[in-house]
């Protein structure tokens, strides 16, 4: 069973005078991996803390499980909250206690559980995100790539239905990065549990979530399944994600409207639609990822609805993932599948990658 959905409708929050979004609405799909992109200062943080009712919108509703989280009682708020796990932007571990007692606070906090009984879940988590024999470190002594899966082992521990992750990927070098989004996917893979990961790096953004979510200029420009987003032709989302300088985000300023107009006119007849990116498969040896073909019915449902340029593209992805797993393109079917033998590749060794988990990155570069 997947995890929770999540649903907001019409939600504005402001401090005081100054308003940080408007208007959002979005469905987090139960058992997907959403990512929320922005550039810094857009709210994302603010975001995720009224998801899980730190913060409280003046308007609009966040609707779990038939509850209003915005509206309801205190009491129904704490209960609400146990869905959650949170993975702070640093972590968030407390400096001066162990790994062990960082991530079993939860437990000690929430639970009546025994300390035998922690000590498993403790254990099962830290083997989990490749902290096995970390137990007796200091968030002090260790790299930032080790705190975030410290944080994330902490966020996993009261078993959340929906796991929410903010910039797991700043502060850290590519490679570590890289690690992080493995990890990530592998436990949608394990869990089946909703995710929310909030970023401003594109290359997250474009190979990890099943659908991508934009905030820009106070509202959110765009929230689907990647398929869509990848190759939408909506000019702010397709500069963004695309990374380009041509359209109408200027380096400082807007660009005039003509001037977006005749850049992405000429994008347009250079290049056309690029190939979309494949996204990140779970590592070899994990359960199959059932979001993706939860994901890509919906897409297949809706793609009589998108530009025939979109179309094209997300058929010839479609089609090319479906040969990448040795699968025949069977119309209506669900292509997902791993392959019956997974191609032998040098796996590259991650500097702090556990042992056991390696990275499985050669696959989802073989077009
Ligand atoms: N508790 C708060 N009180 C007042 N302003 C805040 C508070 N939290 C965040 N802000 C403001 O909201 C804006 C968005 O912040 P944030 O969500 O942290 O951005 P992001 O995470 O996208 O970088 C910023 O201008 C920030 O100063
Ligand atoms: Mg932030």
Redesign the pocket.
Known sequence: MPGVEVTVEGLSKS?GR?N?WSDVTLTLPPGEVSVLL??????????LKSLIGL?KPEKGSIVIHDTDLVRCNESKLYELRKLFGVLFQDGALFGSMNLYDNIAFPLREHTKKSEAQIKDIVMEKMDMVGLKGDEYKLPGEISGGMRKRAGLARALVLDPEIILF?EPDSGLDPVRTAYLNQLILDLNAQTDSTFLI?T?DINTAQTVPDNIGM?YRKHLAMFGPREVLLTSDDPVVSQFLNGRRQGPIGMSEEKDTAQAQREMAEIDELSGLPPLKPQIEASKGMPERKAVARRQKRVRDMLHTLPPAAQEAIQRSFAEQEHAHGRAAVVGAAPYGRPDEAPTSEIPRVPDAPLGAPVDRGRHHQR
Request: hydrophobic content about 45%; charged content about 10%; cysteine-free.
């Open positions: 401090f100054a940080i922005g550039p810094s200062g857009t709210g994302k943080s603010v975001f913060l903010d909030v401003h905030l």
